[in-house]
């Protein structure tokens, strides 16, 4: 059974930092993309980023490209995502979730599995 | 913005069939870009429901349908039931946004 769980959210100053993790199990972490997901409170969910299952390709969605960086460790099968510069409008739910194939593949689903998420929290 | 437009609420009584649009464009659902769609209860994990415009995962009820044509989606629910009770999102890629992006998001309430 695919099983993901997010740690690291929690409450930081607008302009500061955050690194949130995802641990993976249940399945071959290298053999699958991995996705950031959020959603802001009261609103829908909006894709942040995606890593290939080699991690050396990235994407990210215009209103994250240059403030976050997401990686991969596969041999601890774990995603990451870094989280520079933020903003109020950075507070969400962020969920991680397993890509249907190795590479990014904008024909597929964005995700075939998904974590319960981890709030990040962005106030002074 | 979300470049995928749906419907705010959708509702039925038990037993009904109710129906959610997607409405995107030429760079999104009018390409070659499948729509797939979530559902994702409140405090819970989202849960892809419909892939490829119209295939069920292993495990989801057929009473789930998805359909597409030209820039329109649509997720079609027979048979409501109490546990449908849920928000749906659709999903596709966009070319010019070169990402994926999700709809609006429909919040279904059974009667």
């Known amino acids: 059974e695919v099983q993901l769980l997010e740690s690291g959210g929690g409450l930081v100053q607008p302009g500061g930092s955050l690194r949130l993790s995802c641990a993976a199990s249940?399945?071959?972490?290298?053999?699958?993309?991995m996705n950031w997901v959020r959603q802001a409170p009261g609103k829908g969910l909006e894709w942040v980023s995606i890593i290939s299952g080699r991690g050396n390709k990235m994407y990210y969605a215009d209103s994250v490209r240059g403030r976050f960086t997401v990686s991969r460790d596969n041999a601890k099968n774990t995603l990451y995502l870094q989280m520079n510069s933020l903003r109020a409008e950075d507070t969400a739910v962020y969920y991680c979730?397993?890509?249907?194939?190795?590479?990014?593949?904008?024909?597929?689903?964005?995700?075939?599995?998904w974590g319960q998420g981890t709030l990040v929290t962005v106030s002074s | 913005q979300s470049v995928l437009t749906q419907p705010p609420s959708v509702s039925g009584a038990p037993g009904q069939r109710v129906t959610i649009s997607c409405t995107g464009s030429?760079?999104?659902?009018?390409?070659?870009?499948?729509v797939h769609w979530y559902q994702h209860l409140p405090g819970r994990a989202p849960k892809l429901l419909i892939y490829?415009?119209?295939n069920r995962p292993s495990g989801v009820p057929d009473r789930f349908s998805g359909s597409k044509s030209d820039t329109l989606a649509s997720l079609a629910i027979t048979g409501l039931q109490a546990e449908d009770e849920a928000d749906y999102y659709c999903q596709s890629y966009d070319s010019s946004l070169s990402g994926y992006v999700f709809g609006t998001g429909t919040k279904v309430t059974v009667l």
């Open positions: 490829g415009n119209n």
């Open positions: 249940g399945f071959t972490f290298s053999g699958y993309a």
């Open positions: 030429s760079s999104n659902i009018g390409v070659p870009f499948d």
């Open positions: 979730a397993k890509h249907p194939i190795v590479l990014v593949a904008p024909a597929h689903p964005v995700a075939d599995s």
